[in-house]
């Protein structure tokens, strides 16, 4: 089936330092991917859309100069997370749209800023 | 809000019984899905039913659709300890999802 590989799994950062955190699509081309932020115990809140050689679309409340999102490729999507704070640290996921059946999600980034 | 809404936020059953958790949604849809997101997981595509369907069942899953309600139900039946998760209906609508708040499902050994 198709997968979203998401890496890293976990980050540790210190405050002010930014991030990458990547998704592949592995057996199949996402013209578009979506990454999500989701707080402990709170569900999925979208952050924004990527657009495979365009620019993302965000979300209303959403820093894009903060939350950097590149989608060079029909393969690969990332987020930035520049100038990191602790209020950053939250769990990151991407995810993409298989036309007619729905859409696959990466595992997931849990990212921890000290 | 246009994203799925549902119900109960919390269930907590013992092994062996059924789970039902339902779901409500405001737009109009061309599909539902259920998804399942294990602890600190990312989500896993449980089922997916389109608005023509009224019932659709895979493994011990069976998801009903009312579209006249915008409503679905999801049911788990003999359910293990494996099934504890959250599980969501997020409203697809715009070619995006958007997400409620899920229901955790606890099962009890």
């Known amino acids: 089936g198709a997968v979203v590989s998401q890496h890293p799994s976990w980050v540790i950062c210190k405050s002010g330092t930014s991030v990458k955190i990547e998704c592949r699509s592995l057996d199949f081309q996402a013209t578009t991917m979506f990454w999500y932020r989701q707080f402990p115990k709170q569900s999925l809140m979208l952050m924004a859309t990527?657009?495979?050689?365009?620019?993302?679309?965000?979300e209303q409340g959403v820093e894009k100069d903060k939350f950097l999102i590149n989608h060079a490729s029909l393969t690969l999507s990332t987020l930035t997370v520049t100038s990191a704070h602790p209020e950053d640290s939250s769990f990151y996921i991407c995810?993409?749209?298989?036309?007619?059946?729905?859409?696959?999600f990466g595992s997931g980034t849990r990212l921890t800023v000290v | 809000s246009q994203q799925g809404e549902e119900d109960p936020q919390a269930l907590s059953i013992q092994e062996g019984e059924n789970a039902t958790m339902n779901c409500s949604y405001k737009t109009s849809i061309n599909n539902l899905q259920w998804y399942r997101q294990n602890s600190g997981r990312g989500l896993v595509h449980l089922i997916l039913i389109r608005s023509n369907e009224r019932e659709k069942h895979s493994g011990r899953l069976r998801v009903t659709l009312d579209t006249s309600k915008k409503s679905s139900s999801l049911l788990i039946t003999a359910s293990r300890a494996a099934d504890t998760a959250s599980y969501f209906c997020?409203?697809?609508?715009?070619?995006?999802?958007?997400f409620g708040g899920g229901t955790r499902l606890m099962v009890k050994p």
């Open positions: 995810s993409a749209r298989l036309y007619n059946y729905g859409y696959t």
């Open positions: 990527s657009n495979e050689g365009s620019k993302a679309t965000y």
């Open positions: 997020p409203n697809n609508a715009g070619n995006m999802l958007t």
